[in-house]
């Protein structure tokens, strides 16, 4: 079974500056998706973003930006010109194109913006 | 569009009793995933029904069960409470690696 792992149980950073959150997974297989959610205080999951597997070239949105190393298993969230609207419980998930829509979450990651 | 409708937002049961949880997902999308999620445990994966089939199911016993309606609208039933099922229970809809998550039910089993 996959396994996704988040070691920074909290973060913070400086309105403006860059800060970047790690997460490594655990699979034997070659096809998968990546993703980060968001979760406010308001307790929604936001996509902030997704990587397809098969794509060597880092996905981005805007502030958010991912470094995906497929060898080492590793996919980090980079978030530049940090916002106080960025303030939010942070997780990292797998999806395998064999578990039909299945995500497998990690532990998640606190980020706080101080002021 | 509208996005994903969970009701009812808050929920408060006694131990024993059972409850119903609903979710309408994006008109549209006939994928429906359960998530509960803990302090403890994180965010655990219950299951998930694509036109009105089970295709995947958690490691959570036979007193959570699911279904889904022909309109796509999916509903998750708990029997037998206990303190242990107090959790926000979120739903997702979407297929093909695109989820949009409703704002969950907070359940707290007294």
């Known amino acids: 079974a996959q396994t996704v792992t988040q070691s920074q149980p909290e973060m913070s950073v400086q309105e403006a500056e860059t800060v970047t959150l790690s997460c490594t997974y655990d699979?034997?297989?070659?096809?998968?998706?990546l993703f980060w959610y968001k979760q406010p205080p308001s307790r929604q999951m936001i996509l902030v973003i997704r990587?397809?597997?098969?794509?060597?070239q880092n996905a981005t949105e805007n502030r958010f930006s991912v470094n995906f190393q497929k060898a080492a298993k590793s996919f980090s969230l980079k978030i530049s010109d940090s916002q106080l609207g960025d303030a939010a419980m942070y997780f990292c998930?797998?999806?395998?194109?064999?578990?039909?829509?299945?995500?497998?979450f990690g532990t998640g990651t606190r980020l706080t913006i101080i002021p | 569009k509208a996005g994903v409708t969970q009701t009812p937002r808050y929920l408060i049961k006694t131990r024993g009793q059972q409850v119903t949880l609903s979710c309408s997902p994006i008109?549209?999308?006939?994928?429906v995933s359960w998530y509960q999620q803990t302090p403890g445990q994180g965010l655990q994966f219950l299951f998930e029904?694509?036109?009105?089939?089970?295709?995947n199911k958690g490691n959570f016993p036979g007193r959570f069960s699911g279904r889904q309606f022909s309109n796509s609208r999916s509903e998750m039933n708990v029997s037998t409470l206990e303190l242990g099922d107090s959790a926000l229970y979120l739903c997702?809809?979407?297929?093909?690696?695109?989820?949009?998550f409703g704002s969950g039910t907070r359940l707290t089993v007294v």
């Open positions: 990587q397809e597997a098969y794509k060597q």
């Open positions: 029904y694509f036109s009105e089939t089970q295709r």
């Open positions: 998930a797998y999806r395998s194109p064999v578990s039909y829509e299945k995500l497998t």
């Open positions: 997702a809809s979407g297929q093909g690696g695109g989820y949009t």
């Open positions: 699979t034997s297989e070659s096809d998968y998706y």
């Open positions: 008109s549209g999308h006939r994928s």
